[in-house]
């Protein structure tokens, strides 16, 4: 009824009226597609980058059980950041599954051809942008760790063992 109440009974994708902008991402005005897509491909490099950072047990990571604050806080930095342009997907789930709700709620086709057919951007972009962040990590930092000595723990159960305290 909000819906309806607001948008004068039309659910609209595009206008000053709009609500589907609510659900799924939409670009700004201003946003160009490539510009979009790098912005989509930069948050999400930067969000897999630093989640490698933050869970590599050979790397000085965050303290045991702060990971989802620190992930947490990552992601609110991204939004803050990057969010302007077009609501800062960062994972193909976030959009396609609400662009896919928003289209047969009642907001039509519209939600695929809206912003010169940006729907696109939020699905592949994310995915390149996942595939760069984790090539990069683990090209300049993961592989440049020394080798572990004999008798050196480096047990993955034992970060993540809450009854090992």
Known sequence: DAFMEFSNGTLEVTGPNATAHIFATYPAPYLSLTNGFAD????????LLVIFAIFDTRNNSVPKGLEPIAVGLLIIVLTCSLGMNSGCAMNP???????LF???????MEVFTAGNNWWWIPIVAPMLGAVLGAMTYIVFI????ADTEPGEENDVYDKYELSNM
């Open 40 to 47: 989509q491909v930069m948050s999400t490099a930067v969000l």
């Open 142 to 145: 993961e592989i440049h760790h």
């Open 102 to 108: 928003t289209a047969i709620a009642g907001w039509g």
């Open 93 to 99: 789930a976030r959009d396609l599954g609400p662009r």
